[in-house]
């Protein structure tokens, strides 16, 4: 059992400026939209890895690599302007504290500004994601039927838990593609609860939470078994 600190897009006080947290955490998922220094922080007071996915309101990501001299883009040296240490599993499937981690992140484009994508790009986009599904090493190890323990997207899939407003429609495309990686999980952010809590849903066998705020979670790796929402508290 992994026991997953998620967050996304309002902090949380509390964990703020704790220099522990007030509970063990094996993982800590970002969902967009956070400072971060934030998720830094959470990792360190932690003492656990994390993995996010970049929300319509974080700088643009996309074109860093890293390499033995440091950060590029573009072929020149740069700086990394996301949070140290932690990986961005946009358009990837990561590793992290035993879980497979597919992310997608990004909303649906209503302005100019990085991480906002029409429908039809971040179709191409998850096309993408499920093309490395197909030949992935961890997802062949005699549990690929099992998919991907979590899909940690921003934007929530259209109709589940979004909202009717043209900045927070979710994605259609996230409905397939929930269907072909088969994840326990899927956990976004970008729909703000405003004092209320959002009711968990389903989506192909996935249990669906928005995480604005925090959840704890407990999941097991490969497992048939819904993952255990413990605590949940959103806003501050």
């Known amino acids: ?4 600190l998620t967050v996304s897009d309002e902090v949380v006080e509390g964990l703020w400026n704790a220099r522990t947290l ?16 934030y998720l830094e922080h959470l990792a360190e007071a932690a003492d656990a890895p994390c993995v996010f996915v970049p929300g319509n309101h974080d700088a643009d990501l996309t074109g860093y690599s890293a390499g033995r001299a440091g950060w590029m883009r573009a072929g020149l040296p740069s700086s990394w302007p996301g949070p140290d240490g932690a990986v961005n599993a946009d358009r990837r499937i990561v590793s992290a504290a035993g879980l497979r981690i597919a992310g997608l992140g990004g909303s649906i484009r209503y302005r100019d500004g990085p991480n906002q994508w029409t429908e039809r790009q971040q179709k191409r986009r998850a096309g993408s994601l499920l093309r490395t599904h197909t030949w992935h090493p961890l997802l062949r190890r005699g549990a690929d039927a099992h998919g991907v323990d979590v899909l940690l997207t921003h934007s929530p899939p259209f109709g589940v838990g979004d909202a009717e407003d043209a900045p927070h429609r979710g994605f259609r495309c996230l409905d397939p593609l929930t269907e072909r990686l088969r994840p326990q999980l899927l956990v976004h952010g970008h729909i703000h609860p405003h004092g209320t809590r959002p009711a968990d849903r389903q989506l192909h066998g996935a249990t669906v939470i928005n995480t604005v705020g925090y959840a704890l979670i407990d999941i097991t790796p490969g497992g048939d078994t819904a993952p255990i929402i413990e605590r949940r508290r959103h806003g501050s």
């Open 1 to 4: 059992m992994v026991t997953v």
């Open 22 to 37: 007030p509970f063990d955490v094996d993982l800590v998922l970002g969902a967009g939209d956070l400072p971060f220094e």
